[in-house]
């Protein structure tokens, strides 16, 4: 299924733009002033750029906004030769922001567009000008991250799935069905707001998965955790440095079922501890989803503030 100009009943009413600098055709948003500071919006597993639909608008009328789609994720190509792990995340996101020159980048984070953002913060520290947390996890060489990680599994629904599915050979064969399962996946992970739920919001969801292997992406972020591939990037001193003396904000959905705050706030605080941290109650791991208008607000009045 192409579906690079697909709307979605309008919902997603921006123009398709696509870079091969990462080795695949990577789609992006690219909305708002060439001429301001850029607002650099991440996703995660298994969203893509539509995740930031509410905000796009909003930022856009002060802000050069740019939402890429990860590869193997929302209109973004899925290469069939490629491996999906957190490493090969960064380097592709890293040789975007390069190519498209992108700098005073406000990071926009969720899920595990966490890891891949503080992945190109530790690599490109001085094209980074803030850091938003939106229930994403922000790994930077603290030595406590596995030990916060395997914690977090233990309790996790999503993540004792994964384990399990891994040991037991059905990880593949289930996530390849995302098309159909992709509503219960979500629900697991912690998605509370029922009344978004439309026809045309599960076909933007379901859309990108519609065959076994458009779901490599998916998979593979999975089996990385499952297998212990992914490798998180760790700054040297200078970029340490320079990444803790940015403004800093996490909001977090405390109703989060995947990510548990008291494993991950303080994975946040160690790197920002004066940052401010917004909770909100009621609210699931998709936190864009669940209270876009409370996040929106709180992502904009920080950038006005900072």
């Known amino acids: ?35 301001s500071g850029v607002v650099l919006c991440l996703h995660g597993e298994p969203t893509w750029g539509y995740l930031f639909r509410h905000l796009l ?31 090969d995340h960064v380097d592709n996101l890293e040789k975007f922001v390069l190519a498209l020159d992108l700098r005073d980048i406000t990071l926009v984070m969720h899920d595990f567009g966490g890891p891949v953002g503080m992945g190109l913060a530790s690599r490109q520290p001085h094209r980074i000008r803030r850091v938003i947390s939106a229930n994403a996890p922000t790994p ?14 233990g309790t996790a629904p999503w993540f004792q799935w994964i384990a399990k599915a891994n040991k037991d050979g059905s990880l593949d064969a289930v996530l390849e069905q995302l098309s159909f399962s992709i509503l219960s996946t979500l629900k697991l992970n912690g998605f509370e707001n029922n009344a978004i739920i439309t026809d045309q919001w599960l076909s933007a969801y379901a859309a990108p998965f519609a065959t076994p292997a458009d779901c490599l992406g998916a998979i593979g972020w999975a089996k990385g955790f499952a297998t212990g591939a992914h490798t998180f990037e760790t700054p040297d001193a200078s970029a340490d440095r320079v990444i803790r003396a940015k403004p800093a904000l996490a909001i977090w959905g405390e109703a989060d ?32 989803e669940d209270a876009p208008e409370a996040v929106a607000t709180l992502i904009m009045d920080f950038i006005r503030q900072s």
């Not at 930077?140 to 599994?153: H, S």
Request: aromatic share 14%; proline share 9%; net charge neutral.
């Open 1 to 35: 299924m192409n579906i690079s100009d697909a709307t979605f009943g309008g919902t997603f009413p921006f123009a398709p733009h696509f870079s091969r600098a990462p080795g695949f055709q990577m789609h992006y948003v690219d909305e708002g002033p060439r001429d």
């Open 257 to 288: 079922r995947t990510l548990a705050a008291e494993h991950f706030l303080p994975l946040f605080a160690s790197v920002f501890p004066t940052a401010p941290v917004k909770r909100l109650g009621g609210v699931g791991h998709y936190c864009v």
């Open 140 to 153: 930077f060489g603290q030595a406590d991250l596995f030990e916060r990680i395997t914690a977090n599994a």
């Open 57 to 87: 608008p909003i930022a856009s009328q002060t802000h050069r906004v740019v939402v890429p789609d990860h590869m193997g994720f929302g209109k973004s190509e899925t290469p069939q030769d490629r491996t999906y792990w957190l490493q």
